[in-house]
């Protein structure tokens, strides 16, 4: 089984502090996404990555950057966090699009950010 | 761009009965199509996908959706709910696979009556 775990399920932070989200998945995907999740609004994307040191932006990249120096390690910064930044974070991965089918997106459980 | 549209956003269903969850979608080409259930606290899960062939896909849990090119739709369907089906259900449309992004519908929020 695809397993894609996320370091923290509940975070607190202050206004301005530097905040990190780790994601990692356990079955050497290329593809890495980072969502968050609004009531009322659904999934947006955030950013997204195909491989070890490259960055995609998504829908929504304002106030956020990513890093991925390892293939199975995706993290999103919040250089200086803010209220409106207070969401459920979703990672994801997915295996390249070589084989038709294989394209699905597996989801970690989410980190549930508040921001003070 | 792509769009995807979930008109319903509660559906209360009584367990035993039937249910369709609603999801059109706008995209330029072929989509691929998914259906994700969200437990309350936890991530998303995968129901079913289509990419090509049968229009009628078969998922987990005893759900099944249909593809209609016609009406742009991929709706979810389960013949007979069970109470623990109370979830979220995001309906999605893919680029064709790979690096890009899903883009979502909002969600329709599933309640289950005894």
């Known amino acids: 089984d695809v397993k894609v775990t996320q370091s923290s399920r509940y975070l607190v932070k202050r206004t301005g502090e530097k905040v990190f989200l780790e994601c990692v998945q356990d079955?050497?995907?290329?593809?890495m996404f980072w969502y968050r999740q609004d009531p009322g609004l659904g999934l947006r994307l955030i950013y997204f990555?195909?491989?070890?040191?490259?960055?995609e932006k998504g829908d929504i990249p304002e106030g956020y950057s990513v890093s991925r120096e390892k293939k199975e390690r995706f993290s999103l910064i919040l250089e200086s966090a803010s209220t409106n930044q207070t969401s459920m974070y979703l990672c994801?991965?997915?295996?390249?699009?070589?084989?038709?089918?294989?394209?699905?997106?597996?989801f970690g459980p989410g980190t549930r950010l508040l921001v003070l | 761009a792509q769009s995807v549209t979930q008109p319903d956003i509660h559906i209360t269903v009584s367990e035993g009965a039937s249910l369709e969850l609603r999801c059109n979608y706008s995209?330029?080409?072929?989509?691929?199509l998914f259906w994700y259930v969200q437990s309350p606290g936890q991530g998303l899960q995968l129901l079913l996908k289509?990419?090509?062939?049968?229009?009628l896909v078969q998922g987990i849990k005893g759900f099944e959706a249909e593809f209609k090119r016609s009406q742009s739709s991929f709706n979810l369907r389960k013949p007979s709910v069970h109470w623990s089906d109370a979830a979220e259900y995001f309906c999605?449309?893919?680029?064709?696979?790979?690096?890009?992004?899903?883009?979502f519908g909002k969600g329709t929020h599933l309640i289950i009556q005894p």
């Open positions: 994801a991965s997915s295996p390249p699009a070589r084989l038709a089918g294989e394209e699905t997106q597996y």
């Open positions: 079955m050497d995907h290329e593809n």
């Open positions: 990555s195909y491989d070890v040191k490259m960055k």
């Open positions: 995209y330029g080409a072929t989509p691929y």
């Open positions: 289509y990419f090509s062939g049968d229009t």
């Open positions: 999605a449309v893919g680029p064709g696979g790979g690096a890009d992004g899903l883009t």
